[in-house]
């Protein structure tokens, strides 16, 4: 066994440990000296060939620590969404490598691909994707079955997860009886049933409206205080301004890598026009 | 309007009225207000501080002798300056814009440089509104100002995609006709 693998293993074991979502994976904190949680290299993703061939993942070198929250933007057409489906599994590069926890995962088969998915990425999206005909909690449980957890722990796991995401009196309601935001924090909390490894969410507030979008935020912001590595894809500004760094995609290639410390305020106050 | 006329200078030595039809040709409808008496007053006030001087005087076929004027070593350096410094979130759209074409222009500094170093002013500007927004009600008075903030750098951010398309279309080293 390698080593990499018994580090998602011994993941595995400290939850068999701590049954409670809200625990939070606290044990992550950013500065660790594991490596990067999630790295790609020379990532490319190309379709069609000679003439036709359109690079929409050119060559990317990406690490992203434990416990960052990392914004990828760009126009519509960049490869950013392209990017983010190489980085979760969910699409095969032509050329480079992802890994994630330290292990390989671009050239695993199909069935320990899904698997490691399953356990180690957590996935939100712009339209939900909730199953229309489960509940809210059944929806935040079926990915922890699926996962191996008894009945009993799914339950509990859900349970604490719809609480955290402000939605414990909505757990018995099936998503058409639900607004988007209401939806969306659902999808949230099935993606962290697994207590993944990262969080993958592509234009996680494209379906929302203002209010909706600052719930969302707001949840992703205690989700990072907590140690969450996150990474989401979003044409918006406003809400890329909220993650720790910001990578822009311009053509298929990294065009600029910023960092953040959202916290001052010294910005802000230059932006007043006292004259006293 | 100091700043850019020294900018436009620093590509070759110039006339006041070919300084005009250059800030006219960048500026479009808005350009239509700048008189040929300003830009004369701005020359004539550069000499004094020394940052300009007049270098020959052209004779035309026709029409009046015109005075060329070109940066002294003082100019250069305000210039370089100018390129340099970070214009500030409250920068204004029409500043910025010359400043690129200036950059263009003169060959001083890379517009995409610019335009780069400006986004990131920009995001981490909206950073911080963004997260002062999320601590406060949305339907308070600081959450309101806040959210005129931050669209207000939304819309700013927004716009320089537009310059970068643009100015990376025309530089040298720009990856023109791209595949987005």
Known sequence: MSRDSRRIRGRSQRRGTDDSPLAGPSSRQPGEASGPVLRAVGLSRAYGQDESLVRAVDGVDLDVPAGQALAVTGPSGCGKSTLLQLLGGLDRPTDGEVWLGGRRMDHLGERALARLRRRAIGFVFQSFHLMDELTAAENVELPALLAGASPRTARNRAAGLLDRVGLADRARHLPSELSGGQRQRVAIARALVNEPLVVLADEPTGNLDSAATHDILRLFDELRAAGQTLVMVTHDERVAATADRVVSLRDGTLADDTRLDGGGTTRLGSLLNWEG | ?180
């Not at chain 2, 590509?11 to 409808?29: F, I, M, N, Q, T």
Request: proline share 3%; hydrophobic share 45%; with cysteine.
């Open chain 2, 1 to 180: 309007m100091q700043d850019v006329a020294l900018a436009l200078l620093a590509k070759e030595p110039s006339h006041g009225y070919d300084l005009r039809r250059r800030l006219v040709a960048a500026l479009g409808p808005l350009g239509e207000t700048l008189n040929a008496g300003q830009v004369y007053v701005t020359l004539t006030r550069l000499e004094k501080a020394g940052l300009v001087v007049q270098e020959r005087e052209d004779a035309p076929v026709r029409g009046p002798r015109r005075k060329v004027y070109a940066l002294t070593a003082a100019g250069q350096e305000r210039v370089a300056a100018w390129m340099a410094e970070g214009a500030g979130a409250r920068a204004d759209v029409t500043e910025f814009h010359l400043k690129l074409v200036a950059a263009a222009e003169s060959g001083l500094a890379d517009p995409l440089a610019l335009v780069d170093a400006r986004r990131r002013e920009l995001i981490r500007s909206l950073a911080e509104a963004q997260h002062a927004a999320l601590a406060h009600d949305t339907n308070s008075e600081a959450g309101l100002l806040l959210e005129g903030i931050a669209l207000r750098l939304q819309a700013d951010l927004r716009w320089l995609e537009a310059c970068e398309r643009t100015w990376s279309a025309r530089a040298p080293r720009g990856k023109g006709g791209g595949k987005g």
